[in-house]
């Protein structure tokens, strides 16, 4: 009698994982990279804030539960889908590398937030402690490295949105928190809705008694221990079904109190906040002058044709000093031009020096001159000049924050190798350390020359030193026709609402902007066009609770993240501990 060896299927004994499996394995990373998406689509030059709070919902969902390890590539999938198309206008003129490459980077930073919101997306109130996360990420973010890259933080996509307000109370910080908070308490609200509609479910479910877990349970890798979830979780599980007989269990309100209030603090909070965004005129008024007079071309070779930038901005103050002999417009009380409107040093050039002399001279008041200071040795100066009728320059301010691979090259040698368009710079900035803060014809006027918007300190400091009125003159031809410029006008008009300040943003091409105290554009110009807005606006003395606090408010916030992270630490060693007994 002979055996015989009947071949197994191989199909059968492994079959092939099912669609709906296969869908279920992407579902968490294709939504982390929505979510992001969804935070680019909120920031201007689009009308659509509201759009981060589903974008946090997402995000929430998708790290809620999640080990750290996937926490950080959700994260980092998210970090992706929000900053490649954010700074897209970085690689305008040089090419996609620097573009990829500083988007790669600095999702990074929000790779390491998804890892944090994951390790406490299991504590009770978890939302506060995640967004307290979040906040955290931006500060180091706008930290390092070489001085940090703020750009894109959350609270510069609400210009438009109800929680500006909040900006008057803690600055950006407090302003993202509030948006991230709601956004997580959202998710977590319908999350625990469902939950309690589906609780009677929970009764029937089969329990290891030996384990104190739900049979099944998937294990948390992370902490050694059985990742069990919130009983409202289990409860909302549609594929158990309730024993014959069983009654349903009455869930824990906390968690839902919880969700509740994480969706209505911040929006209670901007509502609260509406009395400290005021444009009355404490100190008066005064009458400013930008002026927008463009450059020949678009893109890095505009220096080029420096000359003819520096003759736009000159025609363009004479023209407007001939409105006003002629009545057609106001007699501003002082003007201002751009970041870059003279790239000729005037201290060594005579020709420039004249030139500016006569504008200034014909329109009759101080004048703000943005200038390329090339001394004989050492690093160049991006210099705002005070430049007065008859008396020529009178003080100056040089650039405190200067861009890294901009305005100077970082690891050079090491750049060249990827990208030689660094080369382009070949003379670094140097970094002023004096606060910029001009007396024009009597006003106190604060000075933050472009990037320097995206920083909390920069502009904040020149309020605590006296300005009645913020400058942000900027130089976005570079960046061509992108995003980059809108982006940017939205910071000046959180910067508006934060410190109660007028602020006017002069630009080499535009857009450049009137801003009153609460956030609200009075005028602006095209792209690309010369021009010069002249308007009226409101001086103002008192100080926000943001400008008296300064990084308090932050630095709560990240301890309130670090309190969470501690915790979550602490349960997970717990619960090693008790499952090695």
Same mark, same amino acid.
Request: hydrophobic share 40%; charged share 20%.
């Given at each position: 009698m002979s055996a015989t060896i009947t071949p197994v299927d191989a199909s059968a004994a492994d079959p092939a994982p099912a669609p709906s499996s296969r869908l279920r394995r992407y579902a968490r990373p294709g939504a982390a990279l929505l979510s992001g998406l969804l935070l680019y689509l909120s920031f201007p030059p689009r009308p659509l804030w509201w759009l981060a709070l589903p974008a946090f919902a997402l995000l929430g969902w998708s790290l809620r539960g999640r080990r750290l390890r996937a926490g950080f590539g959700l994260g980092y999938l998210a970090g992706l889908g929000f900053l490649l198309p954010l700074l897209v206008w970085t690689g305008e003129e040089v090419g996609p590398g620097p573009w990829i490459a500083l988007a790669a980077v600095e999702a990074l930073f929000i790779a390491l937030a998804g890892l944090g919101i994951a390790a406490v997306s299991r504590l009770p109130w978890w939302p506060f402690f995640a967004a307290g996360v979040w906040i955290l990420a931006e500060a180091a973010r706008a930290r390092v490295p070489f001085g940090g890259f703020p750009w894109g933080k959350i609270a510069f996509g609400q210009a438009d949105g109800i929680f500006l307000p909040l900006a008057a109370v803690g600055g950006t910080p407090v302003l993202g928190f509030a948006v991230a908070l709601c956004g997580f308490g959202l998710y977590e609200a319908g999350r625990q809705l469902r939950a309690r509609r589906a609780a009677g479910t929970e009764a029937g479910t089969p329990r290891d008694e030996t384990a104190g877990t739900p049979t099944g349970t998937p294990r948390d890798e992370?902490?050694?221990?059985?990742?069990v979830p919130p009983r409202s979780e289990a409860a909302a599980d549609p594929g158990v079904e309730p024993a014959a007989g069983a009654r349903p269990r009455r869930l824990p309100r906390g968690p839902l109190v919880a969700a509740a209030l994480a969706v209505l603090v911040p929006v209670t909070g901007a509502l609260a906040a509406l009395p400290l965004v005021d444009d009355s005129a404490e100190d008066g008024t005064a009458t400013v002058a930008a002026v927008q007079g463009n450059v020949p071309r678009l893109g890095l070779d505009?220096?080029?044709? !420096?000359?003819?930038? #520096?003759?736009?901005?000159?025609? !363009?103050?004479?023209? #407007?000093?001939a409105d006003v002999k002629a009545g057609r417009a106001p007699q501003p009380d002082f003007v201002l031009w751009p970041e870059n409107s003279s790239d000729i040093d005037p201290y060594a050039n005579a020709d420039a020096a004249e030139v500016i002399d006569g504008a200034v001279d014909a329109i009759g008041v101080p004048t703000v001159i943005g200038a390329v200071v090339a001394p004989e040795t050492g690093k160049l100066r991006n210099t705002l000049i005070e430049w007065e009728p008859d008396r020529g320059p009178v003080a100056t301010y040089d650039k405190r924050h200067v861009q890294p691979f901009g305005e100077y090259i970082p690891l050079r040698p090491l750049v060249r190798l990827f990208n030689s368009n660094v080369d382009r710079v070949s003379r670094d900035f140097g970094a002023g350390t004096k606060i910029g803060v001009f007396d024009l014809a009597g006003t106190k006027v604060g000075l933050a020359t472009c990037y320097e918007a995206a920083f909390d300190w920069a502009v904040r400091d020149t309020v605590t030193h006296g300005a009645q009125l913020i400058s942000?003159?900027?130089?976005?031809a570079t960046f061509g026709r992108s995003e980059m410029t809108y982006q940017q006008l939205a910071m000046s008009r959180v910067r508006a609402v934060e410190h109660s300040r007028s602020v006017v943003v002069p630009v080499t091409s535009g857009v450049s902007a009137v801003i009153r105290p609460d956030g609200e554009i009075v005028a602006e110009t095209r792209m690309f066009t010369p021009d010069v807005l002249v308007e009226k606006v409101p001086l103002r003395s008192s100080l926000t609770p943001a400008t008296r606090m300064g990084t308090l408010p932050e630095a709560l916030l990240a301890a309130l993240a670090a309190a969470g992270l501690g915790w979550s630490a602490l349960r997970s060693v717990r619960a090693r501990r008790t499952g090695a007994q």
């Open positions: 992370t902490a050694g221990t059985a990742a505009f220096n080029a044709q !420096r000359r003819a930038v #520096l003759d736009n901005h000159v025609a !363009r103050t004479r023209e #407007l000093a942000v003159p900027s130089n976005n």
